[in-house]
């Protein structure tokens, strides 16, 4: 049996290193690549390879094949578009320009695919290199593809409805009620007329999707609609490699809840995914980011998701619009989000949007915390400052389990000595060194793991409070004081992790000293090690982190002097 001075040290190990532990299984448990260096199975994959994702004309699986439909219909599943896809596109047309004072698109005729999207209001980082200097989330470059697309199949044997390979005419483009912007695009193909229409509001992240369907042909059709997003596997630029966080697509229905589906999952094959449902929506979400498409409400819709191409993957979901007989026509209404993960307002634009915002399985524990930072924001104006005080608020109403701990460590420091000769005394010898220690924690009333319990209750609530700083898109481009800028971002002079490893080092010395040489200096070089890994995270999780010492240094350093009065007031 160790000494219990031995045992505290580990204890504190075991705490800290528990942390990393967590934020490890964590990043690997959502597909992410370890803090130690291991890449997820999707960028593996495309590093052997040609390293530029594929354009999704480039390949047949870019289109879904349609649903099985109902033995009714007389028809088996619909086999995929055949042909190149490239010369079903024809040469790439000039995009059309939607915008509203949040939102701005590229849609491109050719296929009526949304191929670049900018958040007006968010700014982007230094890594992301926007030549607008806003977050472009949608766009297709060298290396790098994320863009949404729809169409049509089902068509008969040997020939194909409009898809987003399609070429499309642009039919109108206007304002529209209430200062929207509209957007109409038609196509013709294998006895389908589709014309599209795309609108998109003021203040709204959501793009109102339309599209009329037309049998102009001599037989009865039965199209279904599919919604998909289209991306590479890579995570986007400027991602941290000291903290990670899921990017991949999610998949809602109310009977199945939230549910992630990994790339490296889908690359090997074991994506599952909700078949013949009445609600939800598929989207790909990436950190502060999300787009999904939404189906209309009450409306069947099976959700999938493939491997279109090296490194180039597809989510999204099938709704099939029943028989059109000749000359019949139908209409379908859908919703594409393209925004950033505002708690408050994904709630209102559909159920289990607001869970994007991915606090795992502290949700329950992580949703009340954001919702007190947000009331106390509401009161400061000012998101340092509401940290600072959520922080305070959480250690001041854990400060009765907390004064446990403290107190146990405070008789711990005060009998170190003792221990420290017991442990000279008896040298070698440790059952009879151990008996002696034991009558020592007898005689002071002294449990050696009295501060434990108190720490396992408090883990929970401080790691949620850590994925509430790191997950809430508010934090970007948030001030705090003077050089802090950017909560979301580092502390460019590194002011605020050094003070905190300075808070780390004074409560190593608060604590009681190992008497083993090795442990003692092992305990002084752990704030070193935290300080480091703290230069490269957010501002915000470092004030979280800085203040919590401080707060935890003063509650300390009064419990111990209060039991020192208290144990000379005894002597006396």
């Known amino acids: ?35 130690f260096g291991e890449p997820p199975a999707s960028q593996t994959q495309a590093a052997g390879e040609s390293g530029a994702a594929v354009p999704p004309e480039k390949s047949d699986a870019s289109v879904p094949a349609a649903p099985v439909q109902p033995a009714s219909a007389g ?43 900018e958040l007006l209001k968010h700014k982007a980082s230094p890594e992301q290199q926007s030549a607008s200097g806003n977050v472009v989330l949608l766009d297709e470059a060298a290396g790098h593809t994320y863009i949404a697309q729809s169409g049509l199949v089902g068509a008969p044997q040997g020939s194909s409805f409009p898809t987003h390979r399609t070429p499309f005419t642009v039919v109108e483009k206007s304002g529209g ?56 596997g890579s995570n986007p630029p400027g991602d941290s490699r ?24 889908i690359e090997k094959g074991k994506a599952e995914l909700p078949k013949q449902v009445a609600d939800g929506w598929a989207g790909i979400i990436q950190h502060y980011f999300v787009s999904a ?12 998701a493939r491997k279109v191409d090296a490194n180039l993957f597809s989510v999204g979901a099938t ?58 924001h509401g009161i400061v104006g000012n998101w340092g400052w509401a940290i600072v005080l959520l922080t305070l608020i959480i250690k001041t109403a854990f400060f009765p389990l907390q004064a446990a701990s403290y107190r146990s460590m405070a008789r711990m420091k005060a ?31 002294i449990n050696p793991l009295g501060g434990c319990l108190p720490i396992v209750v408090q883990i929970p609530v401080f790691i949620a409070l850590y994925w509430v700083l790191l997950a809430s898109v508010e934090m970007r481009n948030a ?36 008497p083993d040489p090795v442990q003692a200096k092992v305990m002084m070089m752990m704030p070193i090690v935290f300080s480091v890994m703290f230069f490269f995270f957010p501002a915000g999780l470092v004030l979280y982190w800085l203040v919590n010492n401080v707060y935890s240094i003063a509650q300390q350093w009064t419990i111990t002097r209060t039991i020192a009065r208290q144990t000379a007031s005894k002597k006396k």
């Open 242 to 265: 000291f903290y990670s966080t899921y990017t991949g697509p999610v998949v809602y229905t109310d009977a199945g809840k939230f549910h992630k589906v990994s790339f490296s999952d």
């Open 75 to 117: 028809a088996g599943a619909v086999p995929q578009i055949a042909g190149s896809g490239a010369a079903d596109a024809g040469p790439r047309s000039e995009p059309v320009k939607l915008a509203s004072d949040v939102l701005a698109l590229e849609i491109d005729p050719a296929g009526g695919q949304v191929r670049h999207a």
């Open 415 to 445: 009998v170190t000595p003792r221990l420290t000769q017991l442990r000279e005394r008896y040298g070698s010898d440790r059952v009879k060194m151990n008996q002696a220690m034991m009558e020592l924690y007898k005689e002071e009333k």
């Open 293 to 304: 498409w939404i189906p209309a409400e009450q409306a069947v819709r099976e959700f999938y």
């Open 1 to 35: 049996m160790q000494s219990t001075q031995l045992q505290r040290t580990i204890l504190w190990v075991v705490f800290s290193m528990s942390l990393l532990f967590l934020w490890d299984a964590w990043q690997r448990h959502n597909g992410n690549p370890s803090m």
């Open 479 to 514: 001030p705090w004081i003077l050089w802090i800028k950017d909560l979301a971002l580092p502390d460019p002079y590194y002011v605020l992790p050094l003070i905190m490893a300075g808070t780390m080092f004074l409560q190593v010395k608060l604590n009681p000293t190992p």
């Open 177 to 232: 009620e209430g200062g929207a912007q509209v957007l109409k695009l038609a196509a013709q193909s294998g006895g389908l007329t589709l014309v599209r229409s795309y609108r998109l509001a003021p203040g709204a992240y959501t793009v109102e999707v339309t599209d009329e369907i037309t049998n102009t042909g001599s037989a009865p059709l039965r199209p279904v609609l599919y919604m998909q997003l289209t991306r590479d």
């Open 319 to 376: 709704q099939a619009i029943g028989e059109l007989a000749p000359g019949a026509s139908a209409s379908v209404s859908s919703r594409l989000l393209i925004a950033p993960q505002d708690q408050r307002m994904l709630e209102t634009v559909a159920p289990g949007l607001d869970l994007t915002v991915d606090y795992g399985w502290l949700t329950v524990i992580a949703k009340p915390i954001f919702w007190l930072l947000q009331w106390l």
